[in-house]
């Protein structure tokens, strides 16, 4: 679905210096696949998100979605419309004034009969669970709510990845749970490819695979578990692992007989059960 | 310097179709030096109530006192209360508009009229409080540093007012980890240095757990609990009816008693540890 091969990316500074932000990237994502991204800020996450759908080209190496190379002009519709975005600021990505309008923005665009556009948004909303303020404006919803809306204007587009660049890093606990379980139907349900960038490990901790990104290089590709297993690497990179995942480390290095990768509290308790 | 809030009432739009509640009945007493936490779901109230703090916003109802002064009584010059209290905004990186760090950091004091070697000074000593050097970045342009240097500039700014009372609505938000980490540990010695009250705004139970003396819950415009971390996530399942969560060691901790797993209380993942060992080892040697 998608596949970045060498690819790099330099930008300019004011003082006219260049700087890599991304340095021979190899990435392969699979149609279905529920990838995370992690990597602290200035690590080339965000550059590297641009480049899924032809926001940035590369300087170097080639992107490839769904076999489209990006720097061709005449894929750019195809490409935006195959891999869809979302942004970290829910205000920042809704232009109408009421929320099925904003939502029908897109199917719009995309000059559709007005009964199928009638229908991509209620499908849209109903699958975001935001149907019922459909009629709503959008300024008087919760940030979570604003930010499903956004996902539901994506989905209008019908693309087949959606690429999710730290959509819940301004939303409050719940917002962020509405988000987060949004996503995780959107992919497990309509078997959508999502690539989610996030500084919250507990959301990664939901992916297939993780990439974690330093100085535009890519320096661990693996499972959640595989990689949060190494606490010690990943603390050095200036990422947090789950409170539990740390907690089992220490216990460890304490001699209690416990596997290593233990991420979430349910499992916790049932190896501390078994121990008891 | 106590902050002592006696039954505050906020009403928005107050008689209109739009009338909105926002804080209701509020009473609390922080003292001198205090470091609080303040939590609650998006629209219970917290912004709201922060405003009100330095006067930014009027109660509709109910008094404010800073160091037993009425903050919103007649004769109160609200120019003196700001001084006193100093408020940083979430966001703060996106209030800076000056040519230079220096300059930007100045303009607080350079309003209150000081001498430019007590401006230097302050600008010097909250750039350095913020864990900045000031050689380095003073001629810098605000808009060319990482969003982290930013945000400790903005809050420089603050604190280059000379605040007793500090108050900080998510001053972590959109940071990654490591730059998280920085600002909290900063304004923990700040807190400890400078012995300034400060009331920190946020949704990471993780972080107020660490931190705080003590914890301010709201809920719908009023108060729902005031007290210790401790005490206060051993409600997981209030917090988590009014939207909030609670730190993934206090859940393991609530699930393993749930299993009739002996453990005592623990915020922290280290006395987590500590308590779990006690448990296991104790079982050994018996």
């Known amino acids: ?276 | 310097m106590p902050i002592k809030v006696e039954n505050l009432v906020h009403i928005y739009s107050k008689d209109t179709v739009f009338q909105h509640v926002a804080l209701d009945d509020v009473s609390f007493t922080i003292e001198d030096g205090e470091f609080i936490g303040l939590i609650g779901h998006t629209g219970s109230g917290k912004s709201t109530l922060i405003q009100h703090l330095n006067g930014l916003l009027k109660p509709t109802s109910g008094k404010i006192y800073i160091d037993d002064v009425d903050i919103n009584s007649k004769d109160v010059e609200l120019k003196f209360i700001r001084q006193k209290v100093g408020l940083v905004f979430q966001y703060p990186e996106h209030q800076l508009f000056e040519e230079t760090v220096y300059k930007d950091v100045a303009f607080g004091p350079t309003n209150l009229k000081l001498s430019d070697g007590e401006i230097k000074d302050r600008v010097k000593n909250s750039l350095e409080l913020v864990g900045l050097n000031y050689e380095e970045i003073k001629d810098k342009s605000p808009f060319d540093l990482s969003g982290g240097q930013k945000r400790r500039v903005a809050i420089a700014g603050v604190l280059a007012m000379r605040p007793k009372i500090l108050i900080l609505d998510e001053p972590t938000a959109g940071l990654d980890p490591r730059g998280r980490d920085e600002i909290l540990n900063e304004i923990k010695s700040l807190h400890k240095k400078e012995k300034i009250t400060i009331i920190l705004v946020s949704h990471r139970m993780e972080d107020i757990a660490r931190l705080v003396d003590r914890i301010l819950v709201l809920n719908k415009g009023k108060i729902q609990f005031f007290d210790t971390p401790s005490r206060i996530f051993k409600e997981a399942e209030t917090l988590e009816s009014i939207g909030l969560g609670i730190p993934q060691v206090s859940d393991l901790i609530r699930q393993l008693r749930k299993r009739g797993f002996p453990i005592e209380d623990c915020i922290s993942v280290e006395e987590a540890k500590n308590a779990i060992i006690n448990v296991l080892r104790g079982k050994k040697n018996a």
């Not at chain 1, 679905?1 to 991304?22: H, P, R, T």
């Not at chain 1, 990006?70 to 195809?78: A, C, D, P, V």
């Not at chain 1, 209620?122 to 149907?131: H, I, K, N, S």
Request: proline share 4%.
């Open chain 1, 1 to 276: 679905m998608i596949k970045a091969k060498n690819v790099s990316y330099k930008y300019s500074n004011q003082e006219g210096k260049d700087y890599f932000a991304l340095k021979n990237i190899n990435i392969e994502i699979k149609e279905g696949e529920f990838v995370a991204i992690l990597g602290h800020n200035g690590s080339g996450k965000s550059t590297f998100a641009k480049h899924l759908n032809a926001l940035l080209l590369p300087l170097e190496g080639t992107v490839y979605i769904d076999g489209m190379d990006t720097r061709e002009e005449k894929y750019l519709w195809n490409i935006r419309q195959t891999a869809g975005m979302v942004f970290q600021n829910p205000d920042n990505q809704i232009v109408a004034t009421i929320v099925e309008e904003d939502v029908a923005f897109g199917p719009e665009n995309l000059g559709l009969e007005p009964n199928i556009i009638r229908k991509r948004v209620d499908e849209a909303l109903l699958t975001v669970d935001m149907f019922e303020y459909r009629k709503h404006s959008p300024h008087l919803l919760s940030g979570g709510q604003k930010q499903r809306v956004a996902i539901a204007g994506i989905l209008a587009m019908k693309p087949r990845c959606i690429i999710l660049d730290e959509p819940t890093a301004m939303l409050d606990p719940s917002g962020r749970k509405e988000v987060i379980e949004t996503i995780i139907k959107l992919n497990k349900e309509e078997n959508i490819t999502i690539v989610l960038i996030t500084h919250f490990m507990d959301e990664a901790v939901n992916a297939d695979r993780i990439y974690i990104m330093e100085e535009g290089h890519v320096v661990m590709e693996g499972t959640p578990k595989e990689i949060f297993s190494k606490v010690d690497e990943i603390k050095k990179l200036g990422l947090d692992v789950p409170q539990v995942t740390e907690l089992a480390h220490m216990l460890i290095d304490e001699g209690i007989d416990l596997p290593k990768d233990v991420l979430t509290v349910d499992e916790m308790v049932v190896e501390l059960c078994r121990l008891k």
